[in-house]
């Protein structure tokens, strides 16, 4: 018997925005209805396969390319890949959509200076003091998406009231909740 085919969660937004956190909460909800998910965490895949990979606009690119191709190899195996990537670039998206197909992109919306309170790494600080190039969000662009399927605002929710709030919106815009 053919298992459904999957379909790919990609959470793009600001470092510490909350993308991985919520990623990380929506997967027990989804592993409850019985979804095989995985998530793709952008820094602990670049520490896999695209340690050799730069910052600069054609690094973050070539990275988001890989990330795309195993999602989409995950989604067409009937797991749900929850994709948590900064993903800056209008670009980037676009040819991930395209590559996996089934997509869904869900844009963690959280004003810059949260983001500056939440990061634990201090790489907001160490780009302000000009230690750090090409941070997203300060001397490199984040280019907002213009329609993703689900926007997530982070401030004033949990990262588990977050999570029910994508599942819902998941349900409404039809997609399987049931595998």
């Known amino acids: 018997m053919m298992a459904r085919s999957g379909y790919c969660l990609w959470f793009t937004g600001l470092p510490s925005a909350g993308k991985t956190t919520i990623a990380r909460a929506v997967t027990p909800l989804l592993r409850a209805r019985g979804w095989n998910v995985e998530v793709l965490d952008g820094d602990e895949v670049r520490q896999g396969i695209s340690a050799d ?83 997203t969000g300060i001397d490199d662009p984040y280019e907002v998406p213009e329609s993703p399927e689900i926007r997530v605002d982070t401030v004033g929710r949990t990262p588990e009231e977050s999570a029910q709030f994508i599942v819902s919106e998941l349900e409404r815009l039809g997609w399987p909740l049931d595998p």
């Open 53 to 135: 990979l730069g910052f600069d606009r054609a690094g973050r690119e070539a990275h988001a390319r890989r990330v795309a191709f195993v999602a989409k190899v995950l989604a067409r195996n009937g797991a749900i890949p929850i994709v948590a990537l900064i993903s800056p670039y209008a670009s980037s998206r676009a040819h991930a959509r395209k590559e996996v197909g089934r997509f869904v992109e869900i844009y963690v919306t959280t004003p810059l200076a949260v983001c500056e309170q939440r990061d634990v790494k201090g790489l907001y600080k160490k780009a302000r003091e000009g230690q750090i190039h090409e941070m």
